[in-house]
């Protein structure tokens, strides 16, 4: 839901801000610190959100965000100075870089956050553009976030040994881009993406950003290919296309068709041969569709109203197996986000099995 | 203002909406970005509305993006209430004028002008409360949507006022408008922090001491009312805690207590850990304003200084909010202060009146007795 577009033409939705969609990246980065410009509020709701969804996720590391705490003294004269002292707090703490945060009132009021942080404070100090409703949604944020630590990825190299040893002609990996960190199945997913890129010999050579150190994101250059999470991070990809030169993916596998696509793509790009990995694929697919055979006819009706997306991979399911759709059909789960690759599409059939013959 | 790590309490903003918002005739709308209606939305678990104002509004004003939600909003019979958030607080716009032929509540609250309490108590004021001598009974106080013991307070509240023949008067802020400008001229307290001002004060709900004082000043004001079934009550609950406070003590040491909250929650968790436990409270870290205890408080704000005072103090028990808890793992752990999470809480809990105070020692000595065993030789 985080990913939706702020709509006019409603007053009452879900959706998170630009500056919820940054922090869901720069936090990963885990010997950092994120420094949100701005009052304790804006930084008190991400917290108590990310905490909240972390625990959800079974996930007890808590997010390391400071905020400048500005007031209406700061509103009224301006709040540089206020970032200038913090960000001399902060860097004394230790942290590998520094990522500074903008919020609404700051564009606002005008606060020049760029010569704030260009002054040397011995560790990297990286600005990104968040200010809420200026910069726009979630998928903004998260996108800006990306672009800006990708655009200094030469800050946080620490020898010339490491660059080297990374260099894209000595890397077969790919780079996984953009995460859903905020996901409750985002581990699940991208063991499914390492499971079909294993059948390739194809390994990760970096997650950016998930549970990242600041020493790893200047591998961020030296893929041989960008995965991104979705379609909405095209943006991203492209950055890191002209920046890098790296070809990327658009989005992990969806569907079951979508699944076998995607080991075509990887393996083309990668100028090998996927034909075997795309028939053990397939043999998988179909073995596992032999086990849903017992709800093979049953009517169905979705609990939400298909989107594009769902469209797409929910079709095919109900094409393999059979199903039908109709309104006095089983009320069955259909995810906003696709599943993601052959498993996932399982695990959404055994939901779907759970709500047929419960 | 010094810089915050990890920000434990939330902005005015939402102090507002958990004010405004527990008025079942009022329809609240956030005036400002998405992330500013989102926090509030998810926390008070209410419905609410937002403008989700952007870059254009910002630049040529956002006279129509308001006009548009007011238009979807008419037809409903709530009074609507738009509070303003940090940007639009500054722009300057006349949104009184604007919506000169709308009979909206309109509360400037912005994030940066102070925590939740400024904004609760600022919402408060806008919707003016009035003292009506003919109102018959005590009006509920402190009943506020972000103390996530707010329901389980006004119920066991409602109770004791039942159980005492004494009608509910207005609940500050749980009601319908017309009760605000229709106050009886009396009050009790549920939680400090949250107190509307209304009437003349009775005292608090929090522990039996105050229960009984706030119905001896019951009895004093209203010739009809009968507190004595509420005294007994509260004489028996109050052996049956003490009984069951002694024999933990027959077999253990009174726990070691950092407490974090509200200063008002944090005041009675000390008080009654003392009184009925002999507990040694190490420290008490306030959300809010400190206030005058006999146990020092010190206002922390960031959750570094929660971390400092637990590693500092090393208590066996902690009371706190789930922020606390998520740094103290491998101590006991009461829940006190929002937010609550990991644990499923479906029926309303108290910690006001005779339940609150039964329920708050349950808790604490049943963490005692779970630490106690975990820290049994195995076999």
Redesign the interface.
Known sequence: MMTLR???S???????????GALSATTHVRDAVT?VH????????????F??TN?DNDE?I???????????T??IFGGEE?LR??LD??TRGGSAAVFVLS???VD??GDDIHAVCDRDYGVPVIPIPTA???G??FQDGLNNALCAIADKAGLFSRTEKEVVAFCPENCNGVNIIGEKNLEFEVEENYAEVTRLLDGLSIPVNSRFIRNSAVKDLFRIGTARLNILRDEELRPVGEFLKKKFGTPYIVSYPSGLEGTIQFIRNVADAFGIAGGHAVAREQEMQEEMLAGFSDISGAEILFETTPTRESRLYSDEIILHLGLRLGNRGCRVPLPFSPPVGSTGVRRLLHRWRCAIHG | MAECNNPLWPCAMTGAASCLAGFEDITVVIHGSSGCYYYPTTLLHTPLRGTFIMENEVIFGSDERIREVMDGLAGAKNRVAIITTCVPAILGEDIQSMLASHDVILVDSPGFSGDVEIGYKKALEILAPEVNPETPGVNIDGVCLFDPFSRGNLLEVRRLLQLASVPVGTVFCADKLGGVKNAGAYTLGTNGNFASGVGESLGGMLGFGAIAETFAAIDRRFDEADVEPVLKEAGFEEERVVRACDKFLMKADPPTVAIFGGSSYAAFAAGTLRRYLDAEILCIGCRNEPAETSIPMKQVTGLNEVKDLIRLHDPDLVLGSSFEHSVARNRGFVALTPPIRENVRLAPRAIAGIAGTLFFVEDVLNECMDAKKKNAPKD
Do not use: W, Y
């Open positions: 702020p709509s006019l409603n007053s009452c939705r879900q959706g998170g801000c630009t500056l919820t420094v701005g009052p304790k509020g804006c930084t008190h709701h991400n917290f108590s959100l905490h909240a625990l007890l808590l997010p390391d965000m400071f905020s400048t705490g500005l007031t209406d700061e509103i206020t002292q913090t707090s902060v919020t609404c009132i606002t009021i809420g409703f200026l726009g949604s």
